[in-house]
């Protein structure tokens, strides 16, 4: 990644310039500093050079200039880029891309599957290794599982909990009643503390907890025991997307 090829000065034009934000999925978290063109193609440590990327999308981005300005940057996952094309499927999403930049759609898609293999094997590599290590893809263990020789194991009084919150929501209680309820009963987090709508919101789009893992933008059938049903899981989504957040949106059947 070679971050410490940057002067402190471009570093800070560069956060400046981007409102402290990932340049591809705007996550305000974890930010590092990727060449537009790497070093070992001569790219220089200038700040024309330099773009803002989180951890998670640093891991994933393409060496490739071409690539990363006109493919990865462009769209923070292949559903948004299916959804911008109003295609049915990543094929058709990608000969309109072609189309669009006036590239061959068959160079266009060798192009990024020679750039995929590695970075995708190392996200799924690193995913494996911390479910692994902490039973999850690289988050703390939630709400409703703990971690039991080598597996994440459901702790029944904490999965009710979890069962209670989906059925609340769908039965049309906003967060905040949600976090109402659950302090007033004197139900502590997995902390020990108060709840807050983000822990809620944070159960409401967790895909672990109908049976799938998500790290960037690869989604795992994962080992775990599920705790709510797919459909449940599904329905929340399309629920909070309604009353104007961001669900999820994963697809999943």
Request: aromatic share 10%; hydrophobic share 35%; glycine share 6%.
């Amino acid at each position: 990644m070679r971050e410490n090829d940057f002067h402190s000065l471009v570093k800070k034009l560069a956060l400046q310039r981007t409102d402290h934000r990932c340049e591809r999925c705007w996550s305000e978290r974890d930010l590092e500093f990727h060449h537009i063109t790497p070093v070992k193609l001569g790219g220089k440590s200038t700040l024309d050079n330099c773009i803002v990327l989180c951890h998670n999308c640093h891991n994933i981005a393409p060496q490739d200039p071409f690539l990363l300005i006109n493919y990865f940057l462009k769209f923070a996952s292949i559903k948004e880029m299916i959804k911008h094309y109003n295609a049915k499927n990543e094929e058709e999403a990608t000969r309109s891309l072609s189309k669009e930049l006036g590239f061959d759609y068959n160079a266009l898609k060798k192009r990024i599957e020679v750039n995929k293999p590695s970075h995708v094997y190392a996200v799924k590599k690193g995913m494996r290794e911390s479910v692994k290590k902490k039973g999850h893809a690289g988050f703390n263990i939630p709400f409703g599982y703990d971690y039991i020789n080598g597996e994440l194991r459901i702790i029944l009084d904490e999965a009710k909990i979890v069962k209670d919150i989906y059925s609340w929501y769908l039965s049309g209680r906003s967060m905040g009643e949600i976090v109402k309820m659950l302090n007033m009963a004197k139900i502590p987090t997995k902390k020990g503390g108060v709840w807050a709508k983000k822990t809620i919101s944070t159960i409401l789009k967790n895909p672990l907890y109908c049976g799938y893992l998500k790290w960037n933008d690869i989604i795992s059938k994962g080992q775990q025991r599920s705790i709510v049903e797919l459909n449940s899981f599904n329905e929340v989504q399309k629920i909070i997307e309604k009353q104007g957040g961001k669900p999820a949106n994963l697809d999943l059947d």
